[in-house]
C-alpha cells in the first residue's frame, strides 16, 4: 500500500495547559493574585512576545504518526529535546510494508514506474533474505527509505514551538512540513494562545510565527 499524505493522532496533551502555564509563568512574577478564568490568554501572548519560553517546558503533548516514511523519521529524530518510540524493522516483518511515494514522482506515470518497481525489487528482496534464513534485522539492510515507520512524538510546548518555526518553513523538506502543519493545526485548537501566532497560508502548505494578533 503506499500514501500520499500522513495521518497524525493527538494521543495526550497536558489537562488544562494553558492554565499550568500561566501558573508557572506568574510565580516568577508572584502575580497569582492577577489569574482568573480568562487571564491566562494574554498573559501568555505577552510571555511570548517578550521571550519568556521556559514557562511553556511544563506542559506537553504526545503524537502518533503513521502514513509517514523513514526519511521523515530520521529528521523528526533530530530534534533532541523530545521523545520518540518508533516501529522497530529489527522485530516487525516487513514483508508487506507500506511506502510513501514523493507527490512530484507520483505525479509523472514514468517516474511513478521506477519508482514502484524499485520498491518491488527491494520488497522482494528482503523475502528472499529471509527465505534464506536472514534475521530480520539483516535482512532490513534492503529497504529503502520509503517505508513507512510508524513512531509517537512527544514533545514539551517550548519545544513544539521550534519543531514548527523550522519544520513548517517553505524551505523545509515537504513531508516534514506536512506532518508538522497538521501537528499545528491541532495544537492551535488544544492551545491557541501558546500556537496562535503561527499563521498557515491559504493552501495550507507553510506556516510560520509571529504573524497573527
Not at 38 to 44: D, G, R, Y
Not at 147 to 173: K, P, W, Y
Amino acid at each position: 500500500m503506499e500514501f500520499l499524505k500522513p495521518d497524525v493522532t493527538l494521543l495526550a496533551v497536558t489537562p488544562r495547559a494553558e492554565k499550568l502555564i500561566e501558573e508557572a509563568g506568574r510565580t516568577c512574577y508572584l502575580s497569582l493574585d492577577r489569574m482568573d478564568e480568562t487571564s491566562e490568554k494574554n498573559f501568555i501572548k505577552r510571555c511570548i512576545r517578550s521571550g519568556h519560553h521556559s514557562i511553556l517546558e511544563h506542559a506537553g503533548a504526545s503524537f502518533r504518526i503513521a502514513g509517514a516514511s523513514r526519511a521523515f523519521t530520521h529528521q523528526l529524530v533530530r530534534h533532541r529535546m523530545a521523545s520518540f518510540s518508533q516501529q522497530s524493522q529489527r522485530y516487525v516483518l516487513e514483508d508487506e510494508f507500506n511506502y510513501i511515494i514523493p507527490p512530484d514522482i507520483a505525479a509523472s506515470p514514468e517516474a511513478a514506474a521506477v519508482f514502484r518497481e524499485f520498491i518491488e525489487s527491494s520488497r522482494r528482496a528482503y523475502i528472499r533474505l529471509r527465505e534464506l534464513g536472514a534475521k530480520k534485522e539483516d535482512a532490513r539492510f534492503v529497504l529503502p527509505n520509503a517505508l513507512e515507520s510508524q513512531i509517537v512524538f512527544t514533545a514539551n510546548f517550548r519545544e513544539l514551538r521550534h519543531v514548527f518555526a523550522l519544520r513548517c518553513d517553505r524551505a523545509a523538506q515537504w513531508e516534514i512540513r506536512r506532518v508538522a502543519i497538521e501537528m499545528l493545526r491541532i495544537m492551535q485548537k488544544e492551545a491557541p494562545s501558546v500556537f496562535g501566532d503561527f499563521v498557515i497560508d491559504e493552501e495550507g502548505m507553510t506556516a510560520r510565527p509571529g504573524l497573527a494578533s
